[in-house]
Nanobody, 121 residues
């Protein structure tokens, strides 16, 4: 079994900052790409940022320059530092990890349970 556990969400005023964390645990051989997605009420889930196991990153245009994704491979953890938050950043944030559980098995995608981020104006 593999679990992704997120933390760090909450309520913040516009212009403020939050840092999300997502730790993967369980039967893990390697973790490839890790990322953050978000889903606002009535909207589809969208990509926020991703990072490869080599450290290459990609961001949605809406967060580029304000959010920073990073990872600690020794801890199987991915982070999302969110600065200059706006009310339109309000959403449930989900982490995703592409994990190979054992040699010979294909990589599968796993999702966290989500953490609420609310930005007040």
């Amino acid at each position: 079994q593999v679990q992704l556990v997120e933390s760090g969400g909450g309520l913040v005023q516009a212009g403020g900052s939050l840092r999300l964390s997502c730790a993967a645990s369980g039967s893990i051989f390697t973790i490839n790409t890790m990322g953050w997605f978000r889903q606002a009420p009535g909207k589809q889930r969208e990509l926020v940022a991703v990072i490869t196991n080599g450290g290459s990153t990609n961001y949605a245009d809406s967060v580029n320059g304000r959010f920073t994704i990073s990872r600690d491979n020794a801890k199987n953890t991915v982070y999302l530092q969110m600065n200059s938050l706006k009310p339109e950043d309000t959403a449930v944030y989900y982490c995703k990890a592409d994990i190979r559980r054992r040699i010979g098995l294909p990589t599968s995608s796993y999702w966290g349970q989500g953490t609420q981020v609310t930005v007040s104006s």
